[in-house]
């Protein structure tokens, strides 16, 4: 029946989730802030705009931070909320609406519930209306011991819709300081919300130039504020003796909502294809920073947003093979033949991208190849076609039919 045929789904794909065997545990222990970046995207990460750096925080951290460059969102209509799911339950989005608002009272197995287990404690923190994609419901089923939101913290940078990330960040390391260790911490920044347009101090502006005025030009400055914010916290962090045992992590949620192709090419000195300028708007960054500087450098093979979960707990000890999550371990090395699938049925492996069409007939799609970004035979694609739908059907499954707990014979 379909019960037993998703767990051996889950049972074959069981390697696929667990890391190298060298390192599980080998951060044991540590803490966990995980920072979840409002429409950041990654096409300007260690960019220049006039000569000034777009992320210079960024830049910094990466030198001794895993960086996947190479790295999909994986969210459909619920946006924020479904790369939050995404990140935190390795569950794919809904065809449509948000499994935060249609799915709250169902079982998830989640970082926070995992890692309460194991005796962490775990906080969300969102500085806006926590009734927002029904979070405060949501979050009780996640496992969390408590959600700061908007009432939680002094409005003492008001910017944007809210609260400014940097406040937003500093006060949130202030109630992690009051936090027994180990602690798992999730944080949803706000300001880079569209529409873009923050009334910055001059010395939070970037020169933008040539995009002065547009929104395009709001849009760098916004994503340039948040890398300050982000460079202050982990100053902070470093200053009062949480980074040392911190597996720290960053990733953009979702696309900027805007279609820029002719500005980004400006932005990037080369014309943009139809498909490069696709590419870029299903890309964000993910950077993992571990205590020790430890594994450091650029990986270059795909991954997406459903990955995070079980990358992160075989490095604190948890055999990600245990539990029915639909991503891989981004440290398995490429050859486990990684598949990263996206909620349109999309999807990649890194050698070929295919793109449905409309109409959701295989042979519509394009297919493309990597390596020459030109069209192929859409043939290239069949096998990860059919791969690719049979994930979404599980994920959909286990959510809409609340099958997690069945799953563990419960
Ligand atoms: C508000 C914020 C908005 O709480 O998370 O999310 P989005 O509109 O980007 O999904």
């Not at 190479?70 to 924020?80: A, K, S």
């Not at 981004?330 to 999807?347: I, K, P, Q, Y």
């Not at 394009?366 to 030109?374: F, G, N, S």
Request: proline fraction near 4%; include cysteine.
């Amino acid at each position: 029946d379909r019960l037993s045929e998703i767990r051996g789904w889950f049972e074959d794909n069981r390697e696929a989730r667990m890391g190298p065997p060298e390192l599980l545990g080998k951060y044991e222990g540590s803490n966990v802030i995980t920072v979840q970046g409002e429409a950041f995207m990654n096409f300007f990460v260690g960019k220049e705009l006039n000569g000034r750096p777009i992320t210079p925080n960024l830049d910094k951290l990466r030198e001794d931070s895993l960086y996947f460059g190479n790295f999909y969102h994986q969210t459909g209509q619920g946006r924020t909320s479904d790369a939050d799911l995404g990140a935190n339950a390795s569950l794919h989005p809904l065809p449509s609406g948000s499994v935060f608002i249609r799915y709250a009272d169902n079982a998830f197995d989640t970082m926070a519930s995992v890692l309460k287990e194991r005796g962490y404690a775990a906080n969300v923190y969102h500085a806006y209306d926590g009734s927002f994609w029904n979070r405060s419901r949501m979050y009780k089923e996640m496992g969390y011991d408590r959600f700061y939101d908007e009432q939680d913290y002094e409005i003492d940078e008001p910017l944007g819709w809210s609260l400014g990330d940097r406040s937003f960040l500093d006060q949130s390391v202030g109630f992690m300081e009051e936090t027994p260790e180990p602690f798992y911490s999730f944080l949803i920044t706000l300001s880079s919300h569209h529409p873009y347009n923050l009334a910055l101090k001059d010395e939070d502006k970037l020169d933008v130039g040539e995009f002065e005025g547009t929104t395009f030009g709001d849009y760098l400055q916004s994503v340039h504020y948040l890398d300050s914010a982000l460079g202050g916290m982990v100053e902070r962090l470093k200053r009062d003796g949480l980074w040392e045992n911190t597996i720290f992590v960053f990733y953009g949620d979702h696309d900027y909502s805007l279609d820029e192709r002719e500005a980004a090419g400006r932005l990037l000195g080369r014309e943009l294809s139809a498909f490069d300028y696709e590419q870029m708007m299903a890309q964000v960054p993910l950077l993992i920073h571990l205590p020790d500087g430890g594994l450091a450098g650029t990986y270059d093979e795909p991954g997406g947003q459903l990955d995070i979960m079980p990358t992160l707990l075989p490095l604190l000890g948890i055999d990600s093979g245990d539990y029915d999550l639909m991503g891989s371990n981004l440290l398995n090395g490429a050859d486990r033949g990684r598949l990263v699938v996206l909620r349109s049925g999309a999807f990649t492996d890194g050698k070929i991208y295919y793109a449905p069409s409309a109409d959701g007939v295989f042979e519509n799609g394009v297919c493309y190849d990597l390596k020459t970004r030109q069209k192929t035979d859409v043939e290239r694609a069949r096998a990860g076609y059919e791969e690719a739908a049979k994930r979404l059907s599980i994920s959909d499954d286990v959510i809409t039919r609340d099958l997690l707990p069945p799953l563990k014979g419960k």
